[in-house]
Structure formats: structure tokens, C-alpha cells
């Protein structure tokens, strides 16, 4: 089984894609979690689950074009992250770790976070891209950031 956990605040433009992708993602073999800006308050499925492979997903600060993504290693979490987050993502996954047999943390570039924003179509478009390419389970396809 594999987990996916979308992450960000959906108040916040598109610092809401991974909720958004959480919540229109369907793939056989995949569970999905939308966490907000608490994924903390997940880690208990997560244990219980012990998934092959927990994604998560959330918008980063890449300098990229809206909308491109990439797997960002877990030393540079904290570099790239918007830290809309109760928890920074680094601690969750150090949490996880034991748990699971692969974490996977993919990034997804912004174009805006201010209050109260739409989520912009180049940022939508992406996040179709990412799901096809999940769907597909074609993980090498994304490129490492």
C-alpha cells in the first residue's frame, strides 16, 4: 500500500495543492490524506498503515515555474518549504521513518500565497500532471530538485 499526504493551506493560493491533489487523487493501491497545516495529527495512521511508500506533497519555493515539480531530499526540505506548518515537515518525516519503507517528499512551486487567492491554473495543471505520473507509477519521471 502506499500513502499519499497533502499537505499546505488551502487559504493560502496554491500553498493548498496538496490538499488539492489529496483530494481528487484516486489510484488502486493508493490511500490519501488531507492534513492542512497539521500532518502531525496523521502520523498515527501512518504507523498503523506502515505504507511501502508515503508521499507527501506540498507547495515549495524552488524558483521553478508555477506549477513544475520535484522530489526534494530530505536535507533540503527546510530550504524550500513555505512553513505554513504546525510541525516542520523534517521532524514529521524523522517521526515516520521507522514506519515506512520509502518517504518521498515532492515539491510544487507557486505562484501565489497571499490570503484569500485562487489557486492559479498553471498550478492546477501541474498537479494534473503529477497525479497522471503517479497514477502511472512512473516515480523516475520526476525530477529530483
Known amino acids: 500500500m502506499r500513502i499519499l499526504m497533502g499537505v499546505g ?26 492534513c492542512g497545516t497539521a ?8 504507523r498503523r498503515e506502515q505504507p511501502e511508500i508515503l508521499l507527501i506533497v506540498d507547495a515549495a519555493e524552488m524558483g521553478l515555474s508555477p ?11 527546510e530550504d524550500v518549504s513555505i512553513g505554513t506548518h504546525q510541525l516542520p ?35 492546477k495543471e501541474g498537479a494534473a500532471l503529477l497525479m497522471r505520473i503517479l497514477e502511472s507509477g512512473r516515480f523516475a519521471d520526476i525530477p529530483v530538485f
Do not use: C
Open 9 to 34: 493551506n488551502d487559504l493560502l493560493g496554491d500553498d493548498g495543492v496538496g490538499i488539492y491533489i489529496a483530494d481528487r487523487f484516486v489510484a488502486k493501491g493508493w490511500r490519501t490524506l488531507s
Open 39 to 46: 500532518p502531525e495529527n496523521f502520523t498515527s495512521v501512518i
Open 67 to 77: 506549477g513544475e515539480f520535484r522530489i526534494v531530499m530530505e536535507s533540503d526540505i
Open 89 to 123: 515537515l523534517s521532524h514529521l518525516i524523522t517521526y515516520l521513518r521507522s514506519s515506512v519503507t520509502e518517504i518521498i517528499f515532492i515539491g510544487i512551486q507557486p505562484r501565489t500565497v497571499e490570503m484569500g487567492a485562487e489557486m492559479s491554473a498553471d498550478v
